[in-house]
């Protein structure tokens, strides 16, 4: 590795963290509620020692009945609370700080692939440029988390190929095993890496020793995972639970298994593993999550399009190259751990996508660039060509971008949970101005009686921001509200609603309890409204 290259890398990463870390706390503009839990998660981890369950430096963090956190997330944002107070920005910097560390290893990746600086650069600057790595590199949660192993495997595995080191081999397969607790789709992805790597020593005819490195170096790292599962038994049902696999109140884990191998799923499953693949989907954004989402740019900016047809064929044509392979596979394979969970378009279970296409796509910019192409046009105009395509990403890219801290924040908000930010440090605000004796949370309901699907995260939501303003104090002052026992609240207590709940708006019209503020939501609507005895 030579200066040059160490510096090109520190630059595309000081880049890139200036992208990745802008406004942080503005967009997304609202915490979603795992970063909430993994925030106070981490924050008990790192003031403490201990989870918010009593558990001594846990493996796996149970921060809700069905919910299981990777350690990676947990700790990593306990090492960032160790440095900063808790907050929206601290949640979420880890993460950045991983979508940089992306950026760099793809530079070094396809540096060591395509033989060339400039190609190095590509690489990672389509990585930073792809709308899905960018939106899903500035939330405080753990989907992005697989990739750098990833991408270490790869560049380990190509280091292997060349120089026959088994010490290189063994720190890929060693990478695959430490990533296993980096995402929940990781305990199906990376022992499928491994088998990719089983792969390569196969075509390459290594002897059974080299098997033995890479198991050696991989199998031991999964053994914490089996003895936890063992200790935390309920685990298991809880996971099938609360990703729907199958009804493991009435089904075992074999019947499970038939049920999500029978026709219904397995065709079910076909068509969401096309659309994961559907130009639709890969380069306009259709039909994906408005929370990992624009809905106005794709997973990849559109000029990939054509570089990943190029380098889709390059490497088919190709395959007998064991990297060439891999490429594929890895890409094709991408969306395997997605398609347990029935959800479609769900880009944030398959984020391998991402340097898999990126990499193919930049040896598609390689063959255009070479003038390789089956055509008689001269060297020079393919390299026009190639050029005009890659000026369209940064020019597709600050459409996105606009869109991402200008419209795309007011879409995005409803499916965040709304201006619940507004609602709680209004609270906390005015209990400053006036000490309010009692804080009182209604049940969020519409003028219809339907409960509002956010009560259930209010307590969580609340913690966090009377942890971020260091205002635990109020938690003792803080109980239900109860229309029936009004009379009993003392004067001046605050009850958080929300405008077109019935009761509430009854007791206001009464004189019973007055509206003190309401929420703006992005639209200029309101939801929340704080209500003072």
């Known amino acids: 590795m030579n200066p040059k290259s160490v510096a090109i890398a520190f630059l595309l990463g000081a880049m890139s963290a200036w992208m990745y870390g802008h406004r942080l706390d503005y967009a997304p503009p609202y915490v979603e509620i795992d970063e909430v839990l993994i925030g106070l998660e981490a924050h008990a981890i790192q003031s403490t ?22 350690p990676f997330v947990i700790y990593l944002t306990a090492l960032a609370l160790k440095i900063v107070p808790l907050s929206e920005w601290a949640v979420r910097a880890p993460t950045v700080c991983i979508g940089v560390i992306n950026i760099a290893l793809i530079y ?22 792809s709308p899905a790595h960018f939106i899903h590199g500035r939330y405080g949660m753990d989907y ?32 695959l095993g430490i990533g296993f607790y980096s995402y929940i789709s990781s305990i199906v992805m990376m022992p499928l890496y491994f088998a990719v790597t089983c792969l390569v020593l196969r075509g390459q005819q290594a002897p059974r020793r080299l098997y033995g490195v890479a198991a050696a170096a991989f199998l031991p790292l999964l053994l914490p995972f089996l003895v936890w599962l063992v200790r935390h ?6 996971t099938v639970t609360k990703y729907g696999l199958y009804d493991a109140s009435r089904l075992d884990a074999v019947q499970g ?81 997605a398609l347990i969970v029935s959800e479609e378009n769900a880009i944030f279970r398959a984020l391998a996508l991402l340097p898999f296409g990126v990499l193919l796509a930049t040896m598609g910019v390689q063959h255009v660039w070479s003038g390789a192409m089956a055509t008689r046009l001269p060297v020079k105009q393919w390299r026009i060509l190639a050029a005009c395509l890659l000026v369209l990403a940064p020019v597709q890219f600050a459409y996105f971008w606009t869109d991402y801290f200008s419209d795309y924040r007011v879409r995005s908000g409803y499916w965040l949970g709304g201006n619940i930010r507004g609602a709680l440090e209004a609270l906390i605000e005015r209990d400053e101005r006036e000490h309010a004796p009692g804080i009182y949370f209604g049940t969020l309901q ?12 209010m307590d969580a939501y609340w913690k966090f ?19 029936q026992n009004l009379r009993t609240m003392a004067p001046g207590s605050l009850v958080l609603a929300n405008l077109g709940d019935t009761t509430t708006d009854a007791l206001v019209s009464k004189g019973e309890l007055k509206q003190v503020k309401a929420i703006d939501e992005l639209d200029h609507t309101s939801f929340f409204v704080v209500l003072q005895r």
């Open 49 to 70: 020692g201990h989870d918010l369950g009593g558990e001594f430096l846990p493996l796996y963090s149970q921060t809700a009945e069905h919910s299981w956190y990777q």
């Open 108 to 129: 070094f990746v396809a540096r060591h692939l395509f033989g060339s600086e400039l190609f190095g650069v590509i690489a990672a600057g389509l990585l930073a440029m």
């Open 144 to 175: 992005l988390y697989p990739v750098p192993f990833v991408l270490a495997w790869v560049l380990c595995l190509a280091l292997y190929t060349e120089h026959r080191r088994a010490w290189v081999l063994a720190i890929g397969t060693s990478l």
């Open 233 to 238: 038994p309920s685990a298991y049902g809880a």
């Open 257 to 337: 298994l038939r049920s999500l191998v029978s026709y219904q799923s397995v065709s079910e499953r076909l068509s969401h593993y096309w659309n994961f693949f559907n130009p639709s989907f890969l380069f306009f954004g259709s039909g994906t999550k408005l929370m990992f989402s624009t809905n106005r740019a794709g997973v990849f900016l559109l000029p990939l399009a054509v570089f990943l047809m190029v380098g889709i064929w390059q490497a088919l044509k190709h395959r007998a190259s064991a990297i060439n392979l891999v490429l594929l596979v890895g890409f094709a394979t991408a969306p395997f751990a």
């Open 446 to 457: 519409s003028s219809a009686g339907q409960i509002d699907g956010r009560n259930q995260y």
């Open 465 to 483: 921001y009377l942890t971020k303003h260091d205002r635990q104090d109020l938690l003792a002052r803080t109980m239900p509200f109860e229309p």
